[in-house]
């Protein structure tokens, strides 16, 4: 299955090993957000994992999910971090003198 970055972070965040129980907290979360944006994107992962198929590789696929998921938000960190302390050594130093 092929989901896009939105898609992995509402499981990420929603999600559960229990197949069932994340299909149904999608439903609900579709049915109560105030966003139709987001609303229709969890109703569109809900339907995605709804797929008779989906029960069976689902066991595999959320641990699998988490690892990644845990490195992107990781590499997230890093290069935010990265980008303080580039301003912050852009203090030190002043600016540029024009040639």
């Not at 069976?56 to 935010?80: I, K």
Request: with cysteine; glycine share 4%; proline share 4%.
């Amino acid at each position: 299955m092929k989901l896009n970055i939105n898609e992995k972070k509402a499981l990420y965040t929603f999600g559960c090993p229990n197949h069932r129980a994340t299909v149904d907290r999608l439903q609900m979360l579709a049915a109560i957000t105030p966003d139709p944006v987001a609303g229709e994107l969890f109703n569109d992962l809900a339907i995605k994992l709804s797929a008779e198929e989906a029960h069976d590789w689902y066991r595999c696929f959320y641990p699998t999910l988490r690892m990644e998921m845990d490195g992107y938000y990781e590499a997230e960190l890093t290069l935010r971090l990265a980008e303080i302390s580039s301003y912050d050594m852009e203090d030190d130093y002043g600016e540029a003198d024009e040639v």
